[in-house]
C-alpha cells in the first residue's frame, strides 16, 4: 500500500482559508475509495469509487499548522473485497454547512487488495497528518457509539495500566507487608523461589535484611541432589551466640527425610550431643549432600548454644560451638521442651518454634521420597539412653540411641529434615 503523499483539495484550501477568519472548520469522516486516478487530486470534490465510510476518533494538533487525523476501517464493514487505493477526508463548511473533500490521497499501482472475508479480519488505523492555516480553529465530528479502541491504543493503554498496577502493588504490599523478618515470617505461602535463589535476587534480599521475595513455606530445589528445601524461618538466630551473629538469614528444612542414622552405636547420652556419634561423625553425609546442593559459601558458620554434659540421665551442661547443619530440637518443632531432660539446657538459643511448623502444623510431620510417614530424631536428651524424637504419627516420643531413625537437620538459611531424626541446619545467603 503506497500512499505516499496527502493532497489539499482546492476546496480544501478555500475551508483552510477561513480558519484564518476565525471560523469553525469541522472534519466530518472519512472515506475508503477504490477508483483510478486520472487527473489532479487537487480537483477532486469526491472519491473515484466510494467503498465505504468511516468515523474519525481521534484528532491531535501535531504542529502550528499541522494536525492528525486518525480513523479506523474494517474490511469486513465493505460490501465487497476491493482494491484500497483511495483515501478522503470530508469537513464542513462553516458557512454552507456542505460536507466537503478536504484532502484526498491515491495508491495507484501499489493499492493493497481488501478482501471482506470475515475468517481473514483486517483492521487499518489510518492517521492523516494535513496542513491547516490556524489549528487553533479546527474541530471533529465524533459519534461515541463508533469510537473503537484501536490495537495500538489498547496496547498502550495495557502498558501504562500494568506499569500503574506494579507500581501500585508495591506500594500496598509495603504498606501490608513490611520488608522485614518479622513480617515474612507470618505469612505462609509455599512458592517455588529456586531462580531467584540461583540468579542472585534472594541473595541479595536476604543481605538486606528485606526478604522481599521471601515468605514461609516457600522452596528451593537443591543444585545436585534436586531435593525441595522449605524456608522454616526468618532471622532465626540473628543476634544470638556469644560471638553475635549479625548476618541475616534464612533457616529451611527438606521437604523429605534424607536418610538414616543413628544417636549412638550404643544406648547412652553421656556427653550431651555434641558427644553422640549423630554429631561428630552421622550427620556429615547429609551435610555433604546440603553443601553440594547450596554451595560452603551460602551456608552460614555461627555460634550454637549445645548440651555437652549428662548427668543422671538429665542434661547438665552446654558450651558455645562453632555450627552449620544440626539436628533440630523439640523447642524448633512443638515450640516448648517434651521429653527433654533438662529445659533450659536444651532449649539454649532455640527459644521459639519454626514459624514454618506454626504456620502449617503438618510439617511437623516428616516424610520419606516414597511418601511414607517416618520417624526423625531430635537432639534434646531425654534419659540416659533415650535422646528425644517426633514419631511418624506425629506425637513427641523419645528412643533408644542405636535405632535408625530418619534424619531432618536445620541451618540459616536452611534447615534439612534427615531420617534419623529431625536435625536442624542453619545457613545464610550473602552477597557475592
Known sequence: MGFEKVYITRQGSILAAKTLEGKKVEFDHAEIGSGTLNGDPRDRTSLITKVLQCNINNIIITGENQAQISFLFKNIDAPNSFYFREIGLYAIDPDTKEKVLYAYTNAGNTAEYITNSSTELIEKNIDITIV??????????????????????LNEKATEITENFETQLSDLKSIVVASNAGAHNGIYRGKDITELFYNGTLTKQIAAGTFDDIFIGDYIIGKVSKRKYLVADLDYRLHCGDTECTNHHILMIPERTMGNAKMNDTNTTTGGYVESAMYKTNLAPFKAIIQNDFEIGHILNHKALLTNAVTDGKSTAWAWFESTIELMSECMVYGHNAFGSSHGYETGIDKSQLSLFKLDHSKICARDDAGNRMWYWLRDVASASYFAS????????????????????????QIIRHQTGLYALSYKIVTG
Do not use: K
Request: aromatic share 6%; glycine share 2%.
Open 132 to 153: 491547516i492555516d490556524n489549528t487553533e480553529n479546527i474541530n471533529i465530528t465524533l459519534d461515541p457509539t463508533q469510537i473503537l479502541v484501536t490495537e495500538r491504543e
Open 390 to 413: 517426633v514419631t511418624n504419627t506425629r506425637y513427641c516420643q523419645h528412643g533408644q540411641c542405636v535405632l535408625l531413625y530418619r534424619c531432618a537437620s536445620s541451618f540459616p538459611n
